[in-house]
């Protein structure tokens, strides 16, 4: 029986390839699986049937790191948004095939528009266009107030999703009081996009806590105004932080990029508010509860320590007046032993001072043999006293003479 090697079929199968394809071809499939390494992708391309359950064919595709680049510069970053498991694209191949390592495609180019249409390839265009200008993140960075009142709504008065975001404003359960203003503004259509800007620009006049656009979804068509370029400009220049609520969960518009807060549906964002303020009065209880034990655990260690003053001042004070009593019992004795000291000291004296005042009696004196001499009552004590023809009395101890002075001398 003939046979050929397995090389000369394989290249067989090369050049059959290479004569049939000889241009590149646009071929659409779904991503399986995506991989890189040192820039380079590797993808498991394949297309089931309708059911999507089974697939009826598969191969694999190469995106080298040079294309990739190319493919990144022509389309810009929404080329890594493509690139992933589950995405359909739309490629530029070329069929190569390989005597060793088989049958592969070699990308060249991916059509953006066939996954993500023409409104989400504009898209991303305002979105990488806001990032370059450096305004993204502007509306994101706002702090919200610690307790949301005012607030400013842009929505149409006919918007069921208005309605929804009144009412759960108002049967709030916490009984929570809102004052709301609201700035009309088409929702949809060519002047959408104007009016909400103009309007952006009279509450920006006010004094509102928040801005919430609101409209409740629709389609992809219905809610491109929500796309463009001057909505994310200027939702990126207020200083008033945006909440969003304009579409359901498979809608992401520019405008929810760039508010501060993107909720799915009004509803959604009237929760938001609502727990909002909920969430800063629980930590107002919360620092209530802890100023309030901590006052009660301060007051109970100050009684504390005041009945420990208490009892030390007490004990002390008791103790003080055991010693001062002990001191006045030694002054007192002390006191007691010197007063005797200073009588018996005294009454010597005393009696030291009698017998000097005994010692020097006149009656003493007299008896001693001296006599006192007294002229008209004056005592005479120098001869200078006395001139002749005075009377004298004298005194002596047994009695008195009287005389006559004839003669003195000196």
């Known amino acids: 029986m003939d046979s050929i090697s397995l090389y000369e079929l394989t290249d067989y199968i090369k050049q059959v390839i290479a004569l049939n394809f000889t241009e590149a071809i646009w071929v659409h499939f ?8 040192r820039g380079h992708w590797y993808l498991d391309c394949i297309e089931t049937d309708a059911s999507g359950n089974q697939i009826i064919a598969q191969i694999q595709a190469n995106l080298w790191r040079s294309t990739h680049l190319s493919l990144i510069e022509k389309h810009g970053t929404i080329i890594e948004e493509l690139l992933k498991s589950g995405v359909k694209i739309n490629a530029l191949v070329k069929v190569d095939f390989h005597t060793r390592y088989g049958l592969k495609l070699q990308i060249i180019d991916i059509n953006p528009a066939y996954t993500l249409g023409e ?7 305002i979105i990488e266009r806001l990032q370059n200008e450096g305004v993204f993140d502007f509306n994101r960075e706002l702090f919200l107030p610690e307790v949301i009142q005012r607030i400013a709504i842009i ?44 309007q952006i620009d ?40 945006i909440l969003s609520g304009i579409g359901h969960e498979k809608d992401i518009s520019v405008t929810d990029l760039v508010a501060n807060k993107a909720l799915k549906t009004p509803t959604a964002v009237a929760n938001f508010i609502v727990d909002h303020n909920a969430q800063y009065e629980s930590i107002v209880i919360q620092i209530a509860k802890q100023i309030g034990d901590s006052a009660l655990f301060t007051i109970q260690n100050d009684i504390q ?42 009454f010597n004296q005393l009696d030291e001072v009698a017998n000097k005042i005994q010692s020097l ?23 200078q006293d006395v ?3 005075d009377k004298l009395q004298t005194i002596l101890s047994d009695g008195i003479l009287n005389s006559k002075i004839e003669s003195k001398h000196d």
Not at 175 to 189: D, P, R, W
Not at 366 to 383: E, F, N, P, Q
């Open 119 to 125: 409104i989400e390839l504009q898209r991303q265009a």
């Open 155 to 198: 929505s149409s008065s006919k918007a069921a999703g208005y309605e929804d975001f009144k009412i759960h404003l108002r049967d709030n359960p916490y009984g929570y009081t809102f004052h709301t203003k609201l700035f009309e503004a088409s929702m949809q259509g060519q002047h959408a996009a104007l009016e909400i800007c103009e």
């Open 30 to 37: 779904e991503i399986a699986q995506a991989n890189s390494s």
């Open 305 to 346: 320590f005041i009945n420990e003053c208490s009892h030390q001042l007490k004990f002390h004070t008791f103790q003080w007046l055991n010693i001062q009593k002990s001191n006045l019992d030694l002054h007192s004795m002390n006191l007691r032993h010197l007063s005797q000291n200073r009588f018996v000291s005294a």
């Open 361 to 383: 009696d006149p009656k003493r004196i007299l008896a001693r043999g001296y006599s006192m001499s007294y002229i008209k009552g004056r005592r005479v004590s120098s001869i």
């Open 202 to 241: 009279t509450v920006s006049e006010e004094d509102f806590d928040v801005i919430a656009i609101l409209r409740g979804g629709g389609s992809k068509m219905d809610l491109s105004a929500f796309d463009s370029y001057e909505i994310g400009l200027k939702i990126a220049s207020v200083n008033i932080p």
């Open 387 to 389: 001139s002749i023809g």
